[in-house]
């Protein structure tokens, strides 16, 4: 069997530091399951079909691909968010008058929402339910060997959906997959039919794609709002998981409160960068160093919202 052979090292510039403790969390924090750390520190991941290493330098990242593939740097540079564009949002968040948040960015200073394929997103967060983070990668990492195209060495580049409708029930069973199986193989077979539905999703206004994502099998609301975030990159879009349910319950104090709620409360407090605000939160309350003054008072939350998506069906 081949073993990889790399690039040389080379630099991509951030307009903001991204230190190794962040990048881990960038990385490894629930925005993608495709990357692996490796006892140097080097972070390994397959985007696509590319198989890339990557690691926290001055000034940016250093990165170097597998020697002969076609792995642009522009795609490196919009994953990361290069050139800050996100540093604008987060301004506009309202941390000057959210003590909460301001502590949250202040101890993840340049966390940045990930710019992933909708592909492999939807992939990702279909296993997601239910399961934390460690067992989420396992089964993506399960599929992209079982049915996915070699890249190099054991490194696999997720299936296609024309792969997992044809996916045997042996197959599906040898990735863990449980119930989510189902949930593969409905979307898979809905999906391949539908060739281009990233191009038609990318033109819905968020509130539309957060409906039309959940005509899918196993969509629900979180999983949607996931998808729409880190997948089409829609900012305003406010998942709502467990650790936020805790972060806005304790800190915000909405203990109680449904997560349809939260999503509409996310949505109306934080504006149009709520996803980014949410990524923030999350982070620190798995670090454990979300803040939780007492003088906290959230808005009030109106009964309706243009923005708020009923699912379909």
Known sequence: MPSVVWTAWRHLPLVQELPEKLLQ????????????????????????????????A?????????????????????????????????????WRSDPVLAAAIKNFSGLRILRHDPHETLIGFLCSSNKRILQIKVMVAALARTMGEVVVDDYHALPSWSRLARATDAELKACALGYRAAFIRGTAQRLEARPHWVEEMQKLSTPDLLIELQTLPGVGPKVAACVALFGFGRLESFPVDTWVVQALASAY????????????????????????????????????LLSVPAEVKPRPLKRKSKQSPKRRG
């Open 25 to 56: 969390e960038q990385l490894d924090g629930g925005q993608s399951f495709r990357w692996q750390r490796l006892a140097d520190g080097t972070w390994r991941g397959v985007l696509g079909a590319c198989l890339v290493e990557v690691r926290a």
């Open 58 to 94: 001055q000034g940016g990242l250093d990165w170097r691909g597998r020697q002969g593939q076609l792995v642009a740097e522009r795609m490196l540079h919009n994953y990361f968010d290069a050139t800050g564009g996100q540093a604008v949002a987060v301004d506009q968040l309202p």
């Open 253 to 288: 104090q909405l203990k109680g409160w449904k997560p349809e709620q939260l999503a509409e409360f996310g949505r109306m407090h934080f504006g149009e960068a709520a996803g980014l605000a949410q990524q923030y939160l999350f982070a620190a309350a798995r670090a454990g």
